[in-house]
């Protein structure tokens, strides 16, 4: 008997956090899906260097889908905490003003949360005094703080193996250093994708989640219809029962470092100091740590909060952003070329905030195209 090729409905490109979960969601359906990582393990980039934070939906620019997806992902996040058995905490975020403009600042960051679909019982403007009794150890430089309520603390790695755990245990494949070298259409209905070993995935649509390669797979397809330049952050850990204490996420008003340079707690019980924001970074040097920007780091921290101990480091990380050169915003589109690939790329911060939104939204983009039926043994729960 001749074995029948096997042809997926759906391949994923990237197995970071986005792969992971638009793999999940997909798991409910009764399709063929497959996650091709060009790396040995998951989530080992953008995903495993950064905050770890899931935001309240402030800061993003209202109207861009960033917003939107940062307040409906932060939602939807309390059914993946029920279904995936993953820690995480939730904790109150503080925006620090050092001066009165500053603080002018903290009055637009609050029409702007509830512009963006945040509740009014979800911030506050705070004044030193209230500071204080919050954070005893904050710089007495402080002048005011916007809290936000609805901030979150998880592990992004760990919520990726969750999230691909579970796609596995309803059916889709993943595929370990597989890396992509060519794309091409064998049909009107059907992709090759092929790796650097001469392997082929035959496929009826590809999901391109490839990070900071998302325009490089893009050309494989044949479009060029976004570029993807790198900002690169350093952060530094400090090691526990070292430090004074920290009860919440305390950033600094975003400036030119970027969305949130911040002094907080993390689950571990060690302290995260960081990023600072270095441009133009290649693709190969988006995970390096550099000797100059390590006492930055220690600057940044030590205005927040005084008395930081930053000699008590016990390691040093970075990661970097793949940023929507032409536009300021996520890029989750259709190909231009292709009706049958869809790019998501540009997902910088908040992107780990609306990663189940960005798969409810890409899920409802593969509908336009391919029927997907409902399991009806779905197994939501991972333990």
């Known amino acids: 008997m001749i074995k029948k090729e096997t042809i997926y409905d759906i391949c994923i490109i990237g197995a970071g956090i986005m792969g992971a979960s638009i793999a999940r969601e997909l798991g409910q359906y009764d399709i063929k899906a497959v996650v091709l990582e060009k ?6 980039e953008t995903t495993t260097g950064n905050s770890g934070l899931i935001h309240g939906g402030f800061d993003a620019k209202t109207g861009t889908i960033n917003a939107k997806l940062n307040v409906l992902g932060k939602v939807r996040y309390e059914d993946w905490f029920k279904e995936l058995n993953f820690p995480y905490k939730r904790v109150d975020s503080l925006v620090l003003a050092f001066n009165e403009f500053e603080k002018n600042e903290l009055d637009v960051l609050y029409k702007r949360g509830l512009a963006n679909g945040l509740k009014a019982e979800e911030m506050e403007i705070l004044n030193f005094e209230e500071i204080l009794k919050r954070e005893p150890n904050i710089s007495p430089n402080v002048v005011g703080a ?3 309520n609805s901030s979150v603390l998880i592990d992004p790695v760990m919520l990726s193996k969750k999230l691909l755990n579970n796609a596995i245990k309803n059916g889709v494949e993943l ?20 790796n650097d070993n001469g392997d082929v995935i035959k496929t009826k649509m590809i999901i391109n989640c490839a990070g900071h390669w998302g325009d490089e797979i893009a ?11 790198r900002r690169r952050g350093e952060y530094r850990v400090l090691e526990r029962n070292t430090q004074p204490q920290i009860n919440s996420v305390l950033f600094m008003v975003p400036t030119v470092y970027g969305k949130g340079v911040l002094v907080a707690p993390m689950l571990d019980g060690r302290t995260l100091v960081g990023p600072t924001a270095e441009e133009g ?3 190969d040097e988006t995970r390096l ?3 100059s920007k390590y006492n930055e780091i220690g600057d940044i921290g030590t205005r927040i909060v005084p008395g930081l101990k930053m000699e008590y480091t016990c390691y040093h990380f970075s990661g970097s952003r793949a940023i929507w050169q032409e536009g300021d915003d996520f890029y989750i589109d259709f190909a231009s070329q292709n009706d049958h690939v869809i790019n998501v790329a540009g997902i910088k911060s908040p992107g780990i905030s609306a990663a189940p939104a960005i798969a409810d939204y890409v899920i409802d983009m593969i509908k336009t195209k391919i029927k997907l039926t409902n399991k009806l043994n779905w197994d939501r729960i991972e333990n």
């Open 39 to 44: 790396n040995p393990v998951v989530a080992d």
């Open 175 to 194: 595929k370990l250093n597989w890396k992509v070298a060519n794309i091409t259409s064998q049909t009107d209905d059907v992709m090759e994708v092929i």
């Open 289 to 291: 740590i550099t000797t």
């Open 146 to 148: 916007l809290c936000c």
């Open 281 to 283: 970074i290649s693709r």
């Open 219 to 229: 050309k494989l397809t044949g479009t060029t219809d976004f570029t993807l330049k």
